[in-house]
Protein backbone atom coordinates (compact mmCIF):
# COMPACT_ATOMS: atom_id res chain seq x y z
CA UNK A 1 0.00 0.00 0.00
CA UNK A 2 1.33 3.92 -0.69
CA UNK A 3 1.40 5.61 1.98
CA UNK A 4 1.21 9.77 1.64
CA UNK A 5 3.59 10.63 4.06
CA UNK A 6 3.94 15.18 5.35
CA UNK A 7 7.30 14.96 2.99
CA UNK A 8 5.88 14.14 -0.42
CA UNK A 9 3.15 17.51 -0.19
CA UNK A 10 3.37 20.91 -0.30
CA UNK A 11 3.58 22.37 3.32
CA UNK A 12 1.36 25.26 2.53
CA UNK A 13 -2.60 24.05 1.60
CA UNK A 14 -5.41 26.27 1.46
CA UNK A 15 -9.46 24.98 2.00
CA UNK A 16 -11.04 26.40 -0.59
CA UNK A 17 -14.44 28.83 -0.73
CA UNK A 18 -16.18 26.27 -1.98
CA UNK A 19 -15.64 23.81 0.64
CA UNK A 20 -17.47 25.47 3.51
CA UNK A 21 -19.44 23.81 6.34
CA UNK A 22 -20.92 26.56 8.33
CA UNK A 23 -21.17 29.66 6.09
CA UNK A 24 -17.38 31.42 6.65
CA UNK A 25 -15.25 27.97 7.83
CA UNK A 26 -14.43 24.99 6.25
CA UNK A 27 -16.67 21.56 6.28
CA UNK A 28 -14.95 19.40 8.96
CA UNK A 29 -14.51 16.38 7.16
CA UNK A 30 -13.35 17.78 3.72
CA UNK A 31 -10.86 20.15 5.81
CA UNK A 32 -9.95 16.84 8.23
CA UNK A 33 -9.23 14.95 5.03
CA UNK A 34 -7.27 17.47 3.73
CA UNK A 35 -4.74 16.76 6.78
CA UNK A 36 -5.57 13.23 6.49
CA UNK A 37 -4.46 12.59 2.49
CA UNK A 38 -1.11 13.82 4.40
CA UNK A 39 -0.20 10.43 6.40
CA UNK A 40 -2.65 7.51 4.68
CA UNK A 41 -4.33 6.39 1.40
CA UNK A 42 -7.41 4.18 0.37
CA UNK A 43 -6.23 0.69 2.08
CA UNK A 44 -4.19 2.50 4.52
CA UNK A 45 -3.99 3.25 8.43
CA UNK A 46 -6.87 4.92 10.06
CA UNK A 47 -6.21 9.14 10.83
CA UNK A 48 -7.56 10.89 14.09
CA UNK A 49 -8.23 14.84 13.27
CA UNK A 50 -9.05 16.57 15.96
CA UNK A 51 -10.56 20.38 14.81
CA UNK A 52 -9.27 22.78 17.00
CA UNK A 53 -11.09 26.30 15.69
CA UNK A 54 -13.11 26.85 12.64
CA UNK A 55 -10.82 26.10 9.71
CA UNK A 56 -10.31 29.57 7.44
CA UNK A 57 -11.27 29.37 4.05
CA UNK A 58 -9.15 30.72 1.46
CA UNK A 59 -6.05 31.58 4.23
CA UNK A 60 -2.84 29.65 3.45
CA UNK A 61 -2.06 27.20 6.27
CA UNK A 62 0.77 25.48 7.17
CA UNK A 63 1.74 21.66 7.49
CA UNK A 64 4.17 21.10 10.43
CA UNK A 65 5.38 17.59 12.10
CA UNK A 66 6.90 17.29 15.08
CA UNK A 67 6.88 13.25 16.16
CA UNK A 68 3.94 11.48 15.25
CA UNK A 69 1.51 14.59 14.95
CA UNK A 70 0.98 16.40 12.09
CA UNK A 71 -0.52 19.89 12.58
CA UNK A 72 -2.11 22.66 10.40
CA UNK A 73 -1.95 26.04 11.61
CA UNK A 74 -2.19 29.32 10.70
CA UNK A 75 -2.94 32.74 12.82
CA UNK A 76 -3.44 29.73 15.29
CA UNK A 77 -3.85 25.83 15.65
CA UNK A 78 -6.27 24.83 13.40
CA UNK A 79 -6.60 20.61 13.49
CA UNK A 80 -4.33 17.88 14.57
CA UNK A 81 -3.41 14.18 12.97
CA UNK A 82 -1.98 11.34 14.02
CA UNK A 83 -2.20 7.80 13.05
CA UNK A 84 -5.14 5.71 15.06
CA UNK A 85 -6.68 2.36 15.35
CA UNK A 86 -10.16 1.41 14.23
CA UNK A 87 -9.82 -2.36 14.23
CA UNK A 88 -11.82 -2.87 17.06
CA UNK A 89 -14.36 -0.39 16.20
CA UNK A 90 -17.92 -1.99 15.22
CA UNK A 91 -19.62 -0.94 11.70
CA UNK A 92 -22.49 1.51 12.62
CA UNK A 93 -25.34 -1.10 12.09
CA UNK A 94 -25.78 -2.92 9.00
CA UNK A 95 -25.57 -2.02 5.34
CA UNK A 96 -28.69 -0.48 3.64
CA UNK A 97 -29.46 -1.31 0.41
CA UNK A 98 -29.64 1.72 -2.23
CA UNK A 99 -33.23 1.55 -2.70
CA UNK A 100 -34.12 1.83 1.18
CA UNK A 101 -31.09 4.83 1.51
CA UNK A 102 -32.69 6.28 -1.69
CA UNK A 103 -36.58 6.52 0.46
CA UNK A 104 -34.76 7.51 3.34
CA UNK A 105 -33.52 10.62 1.90
CA UNK A 106 -37.30 12.11 1.86
CA UNK A 107 -37.12 12.42 5.53
CA UNK A 108 -33.98 14.29 5.58
CA UNK A 109 -34.96 16.81 7.96
CA UNK A 110 -32.34 19.50 6.31
CA UNK A 111 -34.49 20.04 3.20
CA UNK A 112 -36.74 21.83 5.44
CA UNK A 113 -34.64 22.99 8.06
CA UNK A 114 -31.20 23.45 7.99
CA UNK A 115 -28.26 24.97 10.23
CA UNK A 116 -25.87 25.30 7.15
CA UNK A 117 -27.80 25.38 3.85
CA UNK A 118 -24.95 25.49 2.22
CA UNK A 119 -22.50 23.57 3.66
CA UNK A 120 -20.34 21.15 0.74
CA UNK A 121 -21.34 18.00 2.12
CA UNK A 122 -25.15 17.83 3.02
CA UNK A 123 -26.73 21.65 2.04
CA UNK A 124 -29.72 21.67 0.35
CA UNK A 125 -28.69 24.98 -1.48
CA UNK A 126 -25.80 23.61 -3.38
CA UNK A 127 -26.16 22.84 -7.16
CA UNK A 128 -25.50 19.33 -8.38
CA UNK A 129 -21.62 19.25 -9.01
CA UNK A 130 -20.85 21.92 -6.42
CA UNK A 131 -21.76 19.87 -3.44
CA UNK A 132 -21.63 16.71 -2.35
CA UNK A 133 -25.97 16.48 -1.79
CA UNK A 134 -25.79 14.10 1.14
CA UNK A 135 -29.59 14.25 2.59
CA UNK A 136 -29.12 11.39 4.87
CA UNK A 137 -32.83 10.68 6.57
CA UNK A 138 -33.79 8.53 9.05
CA UNK A 139 -34.19 4.37 8.19
CA UNK A 140 -34.07 2.78 11.69
CA UNK A 141 -35.07 4.62 15.08
CA UNK A 142 -33.73 3.84 18.78
CA UNK A 143 -36.04 4.34 21.90
CA UNK A 144 -33.57 5.76 24.15
CA UNK A 145 -32.98 9.51 25.33
CA UNK A 146 -32.13 11.60 22.39
CA UNK A 147 -32.99 8.69 19.76
CA UNK A 148 -29.63 6.84 20.72
CA UNK A 149 -29.25 4.10 18.32
CA UNK A 150 -30.37 6.27 15.86
CA UNK A 151 -29.67 5.04 11.85
CA UNK A 152 -29.88 7.27 9.25
CA UNK A 153 -29.02 6.59 5.37
CA UNK A 154 -28.49 8.47 1.90
CA UNK A 155 -27.61 7.86 -1.60
CA UNK A 156 -24.13 8.90 -3.33
CA UNK A 157 -22.44 9.08 -6.68
CA UNK A 158 -19.73 11.24 -6.78
CA UNK A 159 -19.63 12.75 -10.04
CA UNK A 160 -16.99 13.40 -12.56
CA UNK A 161 -15.88 16.83 -10.85
CA UNK A 162 -14.74 14.43 -7.71
CA UNK A 163 -12.64 12.36 -10.05
CA UNK A 164 -8.95 11.82 -9.23
CA UNK A 165 -7.66 10.57 -12.13
CA UNK A 166 -7.56 7.10 -11.65
CA UNK A 167 -11.94 6.76 -11.90
CA UNK A 168 -12.39 7.47 -7.86
CA UNK A 169 -13.21 9.94 -5.41
CA UNK A 170 -10.36 10.95 -3.68
CA UNK A 171 -9.56 10.69 0.25
CA UNK A 172 -10.90 14.05 1.43
CA UNK A 173 -13.86 13.42 -0.78
CA UNK A 174 -14.85 10.71 1.24
CA UNK A 175 -14.21 11.60 4.35
CA UNK A 176 -16.26 14.54 3.45
CA UNK A 177 -18.86 12.25 2.42
CA UNK A 178 -18.36 10.16 6.01
CA UNK A 179 -18.72 14.05 7.96
CA UNK A 180 -22.36 14.86 7.43
CA UNK A 181 -24.28 11.66 7.46
CA UNK A 182 -22.88 10.81 11.36
CA UNK A 183 -24.42 14.47 12.24
CA UNK A 184 -28.05 14.07 10.79
CA UNK A 185 -28.30 10.99 13.20
CA UNK A 186 -28.54 13.24 16.00
CA UNK A 187 -31.37 15.32 16.44
CA UNK A 188 -29.76 19.08 15.20
CA UNK A 189 -32.54 20.89 13.91
CA UNK A 190 -32.64 23.71 16.34
CA UNK A 191 -29.03 22.33 18.35
CA UNK A 192 -26.61 22.71 15.57
CA UNK A 193 -23.40 20.57 15.60
CA UNK A 194 -19.78 21.37 14.46
CA UNK A 195 -16.99 18.09 13.94
CA UNK A 196 -14.69 18.32 16.80
CA UNK A 197 -12.92 15.19 16.06
CA UNK A 198 -12.94 12.57 13.77
CA UNK A 199 -10.96 9.44 12.95
CA UNK A 200 -11.39 7.21 9.99
CA UNK A 201 -10.28 4.87 7.43
CA UNK A 202 -10.79 3.88 3.62
CA UNK A 203 -10.29 0.49 3.07
CA UNK A 204 -11.17 1.60 -0.54
CA UNK A 205 -11.75 4.81 -2.69
CA UNK A 206 -15.41 5.01 -3.83
CA UNK A 207 -15.77 4.62 -7.40
CA UNK A 208 -17.28 7.93 -9.36
CA UNK A 209 -20.08 7.54 -11.40
CA UNK A 210 -21.39 4.77 -9.01
CA UNK A 211 -23.69 4.30 -6.36
CA UNK A 212 -22.82 4.42 -2.92
CA UNK A 213 -24.35 4.48 0.69
CA UNK A 214 -23.82 6.47 3.37
CA UNK A 215 -24.86 5.26 6.98
CA UNK A 216 -25.21 7.92 10.08
CA UNK A 217 -25.58 5.67 13.88
CA UNK A 218 -25.82 7.56 16.96
CA UNK A 219 -23.90 6.22 19.68
CA UNK A 220 -24.53 8.59 22.33
CA UNK A 221 -25.09 12.11 24.16
CA UNK A 222 -23.19 13.25 26.79
CA UNK A 223 -23.93 16.86 27.95
CA UNK A 224 -22.56 19.18 24.47
CA UNK A 225 -20.91 16.04 23.11
CA UNK A 226 -22.70 14.17 20.41
CA UNK A 227 -20.93 10.74 19.13
CA UNK A 228 -21.57 9.13 16.18
CA UNK A 229 -20.18 6.39 13.58
CA UNK A 230 -20.54 6.56 9.95
CA UNK A 231 -19.88 3.89 6.90
CA UNK A 232 -19.93 4.07 3.39
CA UNK A 233 -20.69 0.72 1.67
CA UNK A 234 -20.70 -0.11 -2.61
CA UNK A 235 -24.03 -0.96 -3.67
CA UNK A 236 -23.61 -4.66 -3.14
CA UNK A 237 -22.99 -3.87 0.41
CA UNK A 238 -19.20 -3.65 0.82
CA UNK A 239 -17.67 -1.61 3.20
CA UNK A 240 -15.48 0.90 1.96
CA UNK A 241 -14.89 3.05 4.63
CA UNK A 242 -15.95 3.74 8.52
CA UNK A 243 -15.44 6.56 10.89
CA UNK A 244 -16.26 7.27 14.52
CA UNK A 245 -16.72 11.43 15.38
CA UNK A 246 -17.39 13.75 18.22
CA UNK A 247 -19.35 16.62 17.80
CA UNK A 248 -19.70 19.42 19.73
CA UNK A 249 -23.30 21.33 20.73
CA UNK A 250 -22.90 25.14 19.81
CA UNK A 251 -23.97 26.92 22.66
CA UNK A 252 -27.70 28.89 22.03
Known amino acids: ?22 DGSGNGGYSAGLLAERLTAPGGPAVEVTLRTPPPLEDPLTLTTDGAVLTMSGRETVAEARAADLTDEAVPGAPVDPATAKEAEARYPGLSEHPFPRCYSCGPERAEGDGLRLFPGSVRAGSGPDNIGNTVACTWVPGPELDDGTGHADLRQTWAALDCPGGWSSDIVGRPIVLGRMTAQVAEAPRTGHTHVVTGHLHAVEGRKVLTGSALHDSEGRLLARARATWITLRS
Open 1 to 22: MNHVTPADGDPIVTIGAAHNGP
